[in-house]
């Protein structure tokens, strides 16, 4: 049973709020622009299909206006300058806030200074900061305001909660002293194994500090991914992927980044059967321990 001992906290950008009480549907992260991704024509410079980018976005917010499950679309880049002309498109198609996925440490200040020169810092969410993160990236963003990041658990015991929530300790002091006081805190999934210890976090962080607490749940199954495709096939695939990337909705996961961007497909409307179906149940709570349960 889930015995709360702090209030939760709720990240508010734009119209989109992550966190807080159990009647705010999670949100999806999809990302799009990643490693392979069949829309890029030139990696480096950041050439792209714009007109099928567009469609996945648009698609995405489809399934979400549909559903009441609020979405956002995670962008990377293998440069600086692809990341650049990605984050541009982004921004033009849709009103909604985005992440910047930071794949190399050495792009944060160039991207940083780039949206807050555009006007774009209060629609960002950078994606991510670690434990291993150095010094400076933390002063650049005091220096530039920026109010909304990802804070990565990142760890070498990838089956230990003690040390996801140690990472998680180090990195709260630090952003503070950055002016940011909502993380968002993903607790770090890279196999099959930490997945469960990155959902039994979430869990943990909700109800001892109260951050917006969700995770890479993805990652889980693309780890194994030709293993699984072996021995399943696609469609055996996807069933593993719908699966993992559902597994801490049920235990009150805030977002989830689930992968590639044509997943939404199938994760939206995955998070809305999981969504309406504890909202339903609320109505049935009578007893303390049925809403210790009801996490979500």
Do not use: W
């Amino acid at each position: 049973m889930l015995k709360r001992r702090a209030p939760l906290k709720v990240l508010e950008i734009g119209k989109i709020r992550i966190g807080g009480t159990p009647e705010n549907p999670p949100v999806m992260i999809g990302t799009i622009f990643y490693h392979q991704h069949k829309i890029i024509k030139e990696p480096k410079k950041g050439f792209f299909d714009r007109e099928e980018a567009e469609k996945l976005v648009k698609l995405q917010e489809e399934l979400s206006d549909k559903t009441g499950i609020p979405s956002l679309v995670d962008v990377a880049g293998e440069t600086v300058e692809a990341l650049t002309k990605y984050v541009d498109f982004i921004a033009d198609i849709t009103e909604k806030p985005f992440l910047i996925d930071i794949l190399s440490r050495s792009f944060l200040e160039a991207i940083v200074k780039h949206v807050s020169e555009i006007g774009l810092k209060n629609r960002i969410i950078i994606n991510s900061v670690t434990p291993k993160s150095s010094s400076h990236e933390f002063k650049v963003l005091k220096n530039y305001k920026i109010k909304s990041v990802i804070a990565l658990l990142y760890v070498s015991q990838i089956a230990d909660i003690k040390a996801r929530l140690a990472a998680l300790k180090e990195l709260v002091s630090k952003l503070e002293v950055a002016g940011i006081t909502v993380p968002l805190v993903d607790t770090f999934v890279i196999d099959p194994p930490s997945l469960i210890a990155a959902t039994r976090t979430i869990v943990e962080i909700k109800s001892t500090m109260g951050f917006p607490s969700g995770c890479g749940a993805h990652n889980a199954a693309s780890q194994l991914r030709k293993a699984y495709k072996q021995k399943f096939g696609k469609e055996g695939y996807k069933a593993v992927e719908i699966t993992y990337n559902m597994l801490p909705l049920l235990f009150g996961a805030d977002f989830i980044l689930y992968g590639p961007i044509e997943a939404c497909k199938y994760a939206i409307p995955a998070a809305y059967g999981i969504f309406t179906s504890f909202k339903a149940a609320r109505k049935y709570i009578k007893t303390e321990e049925q809403r210790g349960f009801l996490v979500m």
